[in-house]
């Protein structure tokens, strides 16, 4: 098939593999702009950008897809197909329309749960027994089209950026699939009924809530690992918490009394006091600063047992 791929962030990449290793002719790519990175602020441009240009294939980065001479000019392309993975643009009825076959979308969430911007994360963060990708037949509304294939996997103690590199792969293979034979993939509409909407994530939601039970504690951290990082703050530093795991014991095992006072460090270990239970970091970040166990965060930074954290 003439494919037109049309992906931004690293989560898309696979997917761009997939389709030049099965022999389809992947004619353009279309991506987000180049934007600033680094400490000195210059241009990067996307990971599928650079996939595509390292495979010679042609990349477009438009700002917007609503002019008519940028639609005239996808429509030019003459594809059988677009295949979208998290590109970040609306598509516009005329680029809906355009290729013979119309667009094809991979959606990591199981359809018609976690609609829009952060599925991953919000279905860690909601607690979800499982997860997956579908692939949906793209319309006007936000993730609203029918389903032509769908797989699943079970969330577990996975983090964001565990579970963005596996269903992935996964999406990449789906559509290598409904690709070989589209006959045998009809879509199907979404149900009408478990709808739910997966909003960006605001920067806010990133600072671990220590009111909270410990069980939604650990699901910030893994929610927002590798980025942008659960954090609390002490001494004016900023502390990404990378990794953690519920206490199951006693605060009394660790030489202190037992205490609800939500944010208040119990030993010197770092476990953490909440609402309900508590929280041991066992992966950190100070700014600017490698990862590391948080055994070796205290060696150099200690935050002594009584310490109250925000």
Known sequence: MRIIFM???EFAVPALIALVEAGHEVIA?????????????????????????????????????????EQAAFAALDADIAVVAAYGLILPRAVLDAPK?????????LLPRWRGAAPIQRAILAGDAETGVCIMRMEAGLDTGPVLHCAKTPVDQKSTGVLTTELAQMGGRLMVEVLADLAAYPAKPQPVDGI????????????????????????????????????????GER??????RIETESPQNHGTHFTT??????????????????????????????AMDAADLLRGFPIPKGTHLA
């Open 29 to 69: 790519a279309y991506s987000q702009p180049p934007r600033p990175a680094g400490r000195g602020k210059q241009l990067q441009p996307s990971p599928v950008q650079r996939e595509a240009e390292a495979r010679g294939i042609p990349v477009r980065h438009p700002v917007s897809l609503k002019g008519a001479d």
């Open 261 to 290: 006072t939500p944010g208040e460090v119990l030993d010197t270990q770092l476990a953490i006091g909440c609402g309900i239970g508590a929280i041991h970091p066992r992966t950190v970040q100070r700014a600017g600063r490698p």
């Open 101 to 109: 076959h119309g667009c094809l979308n991979i959606h990591a969430s």
């Open 7 to 9: 992906g931004t962030p």
């Open 196 to 235: 739910t909407y997966a909003s960006k994530i605001a920067k806010s939601e990133s600072r671990l809530d220590f009111t909270q039970g410990a069980q939604h504690v650990e699901r910030q951290v893994r929610a927002f690992a590798p980025a942008p990082g659960a954090f609390f703050e002490f001494a």
């Open 239 to 244: 502390i990404k918490v990378l990794e953690a």
